[in-house]
């Protein structure tokens, strides 16, 4: 585990949120700014693919200030500026977002990290958005550099915990891959926050759990979990269109994340639950246009089946099903 230690009494829910420790961290609510630093990546420029992953439209989650076009640093003031119209905002923290931030030579990045760190004196941290497959030595060294300045988060898409299921949805990488690249990261004690789908085609109660137990045993610092949205414009709304995938109905997603809590580390903080995306993208499931009415059924279930974040996880027992 990197990063101050957790409590479950952090937050009033059966999880300990990773917004609560940032509040109990840095002295006050912490705003984040999304920015687009003009990536591509690997699944994308043909490197590995020309298509992208099987569900991913870079549109549907990168706000309308995030523009490649713009620099960095007017990004922030702009993303900064809107932040302040409804909140008395006074840190922040710049989320490098859309595609792979780290898929660039270490000038270019260097570049970049420090415009964003120099943008603005009220930006408190940096979190980074990457792929397991494109963290050479080089760019670690160079994340080593920026994690002494400020407070850093690497996040990781894994995605998924079974190889097959990365395969099928031409993630490019494998579990392999990112468990590399977490314990190069957690070698320069640099924080790690995965990324993790429920619902992919594939995916079983097993995998989720696997999942959970993995990335606890690593000791990353937290993660995020969302469930798979179709959107326009992507493959899997083809797969959907064509009767090959079915959403998950709300109460699967809400009862997998149970699963998937219960065997997570309660060291670990969670970053997000659900997620959502924009109408004008939404294909399916209708229910993920309302992450407030998920994070309460979530709520519920926890309650009503007495769960708590960790309450199956017993990292001395568990076997490194990778080995
Ligand atoms: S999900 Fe990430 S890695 Fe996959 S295509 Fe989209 S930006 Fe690229």
């Given amino acids: 585990m990197i990063g101050v230690g957790a409590s479950r009494?952090?937050?009033?829910?059966?999880?300990?949120?990773?917004n609560s420790f940032m509040k109990e961290y840095f002295g006050e609510k912490v705003y984040k700014v999304s920015?687009?630093?003009?990536?591509?990546?690997?699944?994308?420029?043909?490197?590995?693919?020309?298509?992208?992953?099987?569900?991913?439209?870079?549109?549907?989650?990168?706000?309308?200030?995030?523009?490649?076009?713009?620099?960095?640093?007017?990004?922030?003031?702009?993303?900064?500026e809107?932040?302040?119209?409804?909140?008395?905002?006074?840190?922040?923290?710049?989320?490098?977002?859309?595609?792979?931030?780290?898929?660039?030579?270490?000038?270019?990045?260097?570049?970049?990290?420090?415009?964003?760190?120099?943008?603005?004196?009220?930006?408190?941290?940096?979190?980074?958005?990457?792929?397991?497959?494109?963290l050479s030595y080089e760019i670690i060294d160079l994340l080593d550099e920026l994690n002494r300045k400020t407070f850093l988060v690497v996040e990781l898409g894994l995605q998924s915990s079974n190889n097959r299921t990365l395969e099928l949805i031409k993630r490019g990488h494998t579990v392999e891959d990112y468990i590399d690249a977490t314990k190069k990261l957690?070698?320069?004690?640099?924080?790690?926050?995965?990324?993790?789908?429920?619902?992919?085609p594939g995916d079983t109660e097993q995998d989720y759990i696997n999942g959970a137990?993995?990335?606890?045993?690593?000791?990353?610092?937290?993660?995020?979990?969302?469930?798979?949205?179709?959107?326009?414009?992507?493959?899997?709304?083809?797969?959907?269109?064509?009767?090959?995938?079915?959403?998950?109905?709300i109460s699967e997603y809400v009862e997998y994340v149970g699963l998937f809590l219960e065997n997570l580390s309660p060291r670990i903080y969670i970053a997000r639950i659900t997620g959502e995306a924009p109408d004008k993208f939404l294909v399916a499931p209708e229910w993920c246009k309302n992450k407030f009415k998920v994070m309460q059924e979530i709520d519920l279930y926890l309650e009503k089946k007495n769960i708590y974040q960790g309450a199956s996880y017993e990292s001395q027992r568990i076997v490194n099903i990778y080995q």
Avoid: M
């Fill in 213 to 249: 137990r993995l990335i606890s045993d690593l000791g990353v610092f937290a993660v995020k979990i969302h469930p798979l949205h179709v959107v326009k414009f992507t493959e899997l709304e083809l797969w959907y269109r064509k009767g090959e995938y079915k959403p998950l109905e």
């Fill in 82 to 134: 809107n932040v302040k119209k409804f909140r008395k905002a006074r840190k922040y923290v710049v989320y490098f977002q859309p595609y792979t931030n780290t898929y660039a030579d270490v000038e270019k990045l260097r570049k970049l990290y420090n415009e964003a760190l120099e943008a603005h004196p009220d930006i408190v941290g940096i979190f980074i958005g990457t792929r397991p497959d494109c």
């Fill in 35 to 80: 920015v687009d630093g003009g990536f591509t990546c690997p699944v994308r420029d043909g490197t590995k693919g020309w298509r992208g992953c099987i569900f991913c439209n870079i549109k549907s989650f990168t706000p309308p200030y995030a523009e490649r076009a713009r620099s960095v640093k007017d990004q922030i003031l702009e993303g900064i």
């Fill in 9 to 18: 009494n952090i937050s009033q829910k059966r999880y300990n949120t990773l």
């Fill in 186 to 200: 957690h070698e320069r004690n640099i924080r790690t926050l995965p990324h993790i789908i429920i619902g992919l």
